[in-house]
C-alpha cells in the first residue's frame, strides 16, 4: 500500500514538499510565546523602564546679590591745594616732590623784607595808640577830657589793632606753610628759587594718606542694596602685592549724577602699606550688601530649558520627571531668580535633563541646595 503511495510523486514533488515542511517548522519554534506563556519570553512578562540616575537640587531661597562690584581711584582721606596767599621773589624752598611733610610746615619762602617793615611800623602804631587812649581815658576820669574824645582815641586804637594784623599776616605769609600732614603728591613750577608768586598761586598738593578714600559709582540695580557701614574688600592692583583691604562704606548718595545717572559710594580704610598706597590709583571694590535682604528662590540657569518658547525645568515628583514652566527675573554668574512655577522644597533635576520627557522615572540625588549652590 504505501509502496503505491509513494509510486506517483515524483523526486521533485517531493523535495517541494520536504521544503514546505521545514518553513513551517522553524517558523512554530521561532514563534513568542510557544511554549504557553502568554506571549513573554521565559515566561517573566513585558520588561519594566529602568529609572535614570540623576543629580538635583533642592530649591531654596537666597541671596542673589551677594556682593556688589565697583572701581574707582583711591585718593588720600584728605588732600589740600597749598596756594600762596602773599606777592614776592621766591627766596627759599623747603621741599621736594614725595617728601613726608607735617601740619604747618614751611614748604617755601619768598622774600619778606618789605614785609617786615611794615609790621614793625605797624606795631609801632598799635603802641602809640594804645597809649594814647589809656592816656584819655585816665583824663576822663579825672574831668581834663571830654568823652567824645575817648571815643575817638579808643576808634584809633582799634583801627591800629587791625592795621598791625593785617601787616603781620602778610609778613607772615611770606613763608607758606602745609596745613594737613602728609606727601607731597604734585610740586608745581611756581615753586622754583627766584620765581616772583602772585597771590593764588598753587605752589603744592599735599595728601594724608593715613586713612585712604575711594568713590565709586553703582547702578540703581544695587544702590538699593548698599548701607552706610557695609562691609567691603579693596584691592589696588599697581600697589601692595594686591592686598586685599577691608574698608567700610561711609557714605551713599541721595541722588543720582545727572551726567552719568549711576550713584556715588565713598568707601574708606586705614592705609596699612605706608607710602606705597599713592593717590590716584586705580582700585577694585567689592562691596557686601546687608545679609537677607535680597532674599529669592534661586535656581542655577543650566536647570533651564527651552520649550516651544517657554521656560521649563524638571522636577522629581515622587520619582517622576515632571516639566515644569517657570518665570524667571535678574540672572548673575549662572544663577536666575525665580519668580514664578516653583516653590520652596521643590526638588529640581540639573543633569541629563536634555535626554528627559515628560512622566519618565528618575533615580534622583540630592546634591545640594539651590540658594547656595555655585
Known amino acids: 500500500m504505501k509502496k503505491n503511495l509513494y509510486r506517483g510523486i515524483t523526486p521533485g514533488i517531493f523535495l517541494l514538499i520536504l521544503t514546505?515542511?521545514?518553513?513551517?517548522?522553524?517558523?512554530?519554534?521561532?514563534?513568542p510565546g510557544s511554549a504557553g506563556n502568554g506571549g513573554a519570553p521565559?515566561?517573566?512578562?513585558?520588561?519594566?523602564?529602568?529609572?535614570?540616575?540623576?543629580?538635583?537640587?533642592?530649591?531654596?531661597?537666597?541671596?542673589?546679590?551677594?556682593?556688589?562690584?565697583?572701581?574707582?581711584?583711591?585718593?588720600?582721606?584728605?588732600?589740600?591745594?597749598?596756594?600762596?596767599?602773599?606777592?614776592?621773589?621766591?627766596?627759599?624752598?623747603?621741599f621736594e616732590l614725595g617728601e613726608e611733610v607735617e601740619a604747618g610746615q614751611v614748604l617755601l619762602k619768598v622774600d619778606d623784607e618789605i614785609a617786615a617793615l611794615n609790621m614793625q611800623q605797624a606795631e609801632e602804631q598799635l603802641e602809640n595808640a594804645?597809649?594814647?587812649?589809656?592816656?584819655?581815658?585816665?583824663?576822663?576820669?579825672?574831668?581834663?577830657?571830654?568823652?567824645?574824645?575817648l571815643l575817638r582815641t579808643r576808634s584809633a586804637l582799634r583801627g591800629a589793632e587791625a592795621r598791625f594784623k593785617q601787616a603781620r599776616k602778610?609778613?607772615?605769609?611770606?613763608?607758606?606753610?602745609?596745613?594737613?600732614?602728609?606727601?607731597?603728591?604734585?610740586?608745581?613750577?611756581?615753586?622754583?628759587?627766584?620765581?616772583?608768586?602772585s597771590p593764588g598761586m598753587t605752589i603744592a598738593r599735599v595728601a594724608d594718606l593715613s586713612r585712604i578714600r575711594l568713590e565709586v559709582s553703582v547702578g540703581e540695580g544695587v544702590v538699593g542694596l548698599i548701607e552706610e557701614g557695609a562691609s567691603a574688600r579693596v584691592k589696588v592692583p599697581a600697589s601692595c602685592e594686591e592686598k586685599v583691604f577691608d574698608a567700610k562704606v561711609t557714605a551713599v548718595a541721595a541722588g543720582s549724577s545727572p551726567d552719568t545717572g549711576s550713584y556715588l559710594v565713598v568707601l574708606e580704610w586705614d592705609n596699612d602699606c605706608g607710602p606705597?598706597?599713592?593717590?590716584?590709583?586705580?582700585?577694585?571694590?567689592?562691596?557686601?550688601?546687608?545679609?537677607?535682604?535680597?532674599?529669592?528662590?534661586?535656581?542655577?540657569?543650566?536647570?533651564?530649558?527651552?520649550?516651544?518658547?517657554?521656560?521649563?525645568?524638571?522636577?522629581?515628583?515622587?520619582g517622576t520627571a515632571v516639566q515644569t514652566e517657570v518665570e524667571t527675573g535678574r540672572r548673575l554668574a549662572g544663577s536666575a531668580e525665580v519668580l514664578g512655577g516653583?516653590?520652596?522644597?521643590?526638588?529640581?533635576?540639573?543633569s541629563g535633563i536634555t535626554r528627559l520627557s515628560e512622566g519618565e522615572p528618575v533615580n534622583s540625588s540630592i546634591i545640594g541646595?539651590?540658594?547656595?549652590?555655585?
Open 170 to 197: 602778610v609778613f607772615l605769609d611770606c613763608a607758606i606753610k602745609t596745613p594737613i600732614p602728609g606727601y607731597i603728591a604734585a610740586k608745581e613750577a611756581a615753586a622754583s628759587l627766584g620765581n616772583y608768586l
Open 42 to 94: 521565559g515566561g517573566t512578562g513585558p520588561e519594566e523602564a529602568q529609572p535614570l540616575a540623576v543629580e538635583a537640587l533642592r530649591v531654596t531661597r537666597g541671596q542673589f546679590v551677594t556682593a556688589i562690584s565697583a572701581s574707582g581711584t583711591i585718593a588720600g582721606i584728605r588732600e589740600a591745594l597749598v596756594v600762596s596767599e602773599t606777592q614776592g621773589i621766591v627766596e627759599r624752598v623747603d
Open 20 to 31: 514546505y515542511c521545514s518553513f513551517l517548522f522553524l517558523a512554530g519554534c521561532g514563534r
Open 369 to 374: 541646595e539651590s540658594g547656595s549652590w555655585k
Open 276 to 318: 606705597a598706597l599713592k593717590s590716584g590709583m586705580s582700585a577694585e571694590a567689592e562691596i557686601a550688601p546687608p545679609a537677607g535682604r535680597d532674599s529669592v528662590l534661586i535656581i542655577p540657569t543650566s536647570a533651564l530649558l527651552s520649550r516651544e518658547g517657554r521656560q521649563v525645568v524638571y522636577i522629581d515628583r515622587n
Open 130 to 149: 594804645r597809649i594814647d587812649y589809656q592816656t584819655t581815658e585816665n583824663l576822663v576820669e579825672k574831668g581834663g577830657a571830654a568823652r567824645v574824645d
Open 342 to 350: 516653583l516653590e520652596e522644597g521643590d526638588i529640581i533635576l540639573i
